[in-house]
């Protein structure tokens, strides 16, 4: 992930802001890719990033309005 690939990915949710719930869906995701593509290192933030991720084991209901 190189930061022009962020930026374009952040003017996408731009174009599409009107669109509260597609906005906040890529938002999510961009935000996803970018913690497992710091994941992928081998020091404290790949860690903190791989525990991070580990929240998405925990079972509960995600909500979204």
Same mark, same amino acid.
């Not at 999510?28 to 913690?35: N, R």
């Not at 497992?36 to 995600?62: H, Q």
């Given at each position: 992930?190189?930061? +022009? &690939?962020? /930026?374009?990915?952040?003017?996408? !949710?731009?174009?599409? *802001?009107?669109?509260?719930?597609?906005?906040?869906? +890529? &938002?999510? /995701?961009?935000?996803?890719?970018? !913690?497992?593509?710091? *994941?992928?290192?081998?020091?404290?933030?790949?860690?903190?990033?791989? /525990?991070?991720?580990?929240?998405?084991?925990?079972?509960? *209901?995600?909500?979204?309005?």
């Amino acid at each position: 992930m190189t930061k +022009k &690939e962020v /930026i374009a990915k952040i003017q996408e !949710i731009k174009n599409i *802001s009107g669109d509260d719930e597609v906005a906040h869906a +890529k &938002e999510d /995701i961009l935000y996803k890719t970018f !913690i497992e593509f710091v *994941s992928k290192r081998n020091d404290k933030l790949g860690e903190i990033a791989r /525990i991070l991720l580990s929240t998405k084991d925990i079972d509960f *209901s995600r909500w979204c309005a």
